[in-house]
């Protein structure tokens, strides 16, 4: 079965970094890309970053690019995701994501969410 | 950038059928996944590839895509279907998500 367990969130203030952490089982996961989806409490789904099997290609949404890092350790079965200089508007459950792609078709597995609030 | 609609809300009584919609410009070419997030979990995916349905998703569960709306039908409605549905497709490398219709079985 596969699993997903997210980490790392906590109450962070603003313009300070964060680094959250998943950690993967149940699957080959050098198999699959990887994603970081956030979810605003009360509100809709927003993809974050998406980083391929190897690491050789990520993405991001336009809201984070140049702010957020996503990266992954295969020989651990993890997946990071690196946020500087956070921002109110950043607070959220953060989800890992498994997927095919780095950017396309969907996401099969999501894990739980960790909780990151931006707030002084 | 691409943008995806949806309806707020869908009721449907108990037994009956619910189609949830799903709006953006030329959607047919796109293929269209579509998410499942019952109340305090985190979201199951329902269908991929427009009409393709993950194993151990109920058949009851469907999609379609044509057009400009791709729409989510879910037949014999349960209790249990109540949730919020998100449809989402790639738009130039950037993952695109609805903003999601929550689901009440009358």
């Known amino acids: 079965e596969v699993h997903l367990v997210g980490s790392g969130g906590a109450l962070v203030q603003p313009g300070r970094s964060l680094r959250l952490s998943c950690a993967a089982s149940?699957?080959?996961?050098?198999?699959?890309?990887m994603h970081w989806v956030r979810q605003t409490p009360g509100k809709g789904l927003e993809w974050v970053s998406g980083?391929?099997?190897?690491?050789?290609?990520?993405g991001y949404a336009g809201a984070v690019r140049g702010r957020f890092t996503i990266s992954r350790d295969n020989a651990k079965n993890s997946l990071y995701l690196q946020m500087n200089r956070l921002r109110p508007e950043d607070t959220a459950l953060y989800y890992c994501v498994r997927g095919p792609d780095s950017s396309g078709y969907y996401f099969d597995h999501w894990g739980q969410g960790t909780l990151v609030t931006v707030s002084s | 950038s691409y943008e995806l609609t949806q309806p707020l809300s869908v009721s449907v009584a108990l037994g009956q059928t619910a189609r949830i919609t799903c709006g953006g410009s030329n959607v047919e070419i796109e293929n269209v996944n579509w998410y499942q997030q019952s109340p305090g979990q985190a979201p199951v995916m329902v269908i991929n590839r427009d009409s393709s349905r993950p194993s151990g998703i109920p058949e009851r569960f469907s999609g379609s895509n044509s057009g400009t709306t791709a729409t989510l039908t879910i037949s014999r409605a349960q209790v249990g279907d109540e949730a919020d549905y998100y449809c989402q497709v790639w738009d130039s490398g950037t993952a695109v998500f609805g903003g999601g219709t929550k689901l009440t079985v009358l």
């Open positions: 980083i391929s099997w190897n690491g050789g290609k990520t």
């Open positions: 149940g699957f080959t996961f050098d198999d699959y890309a």
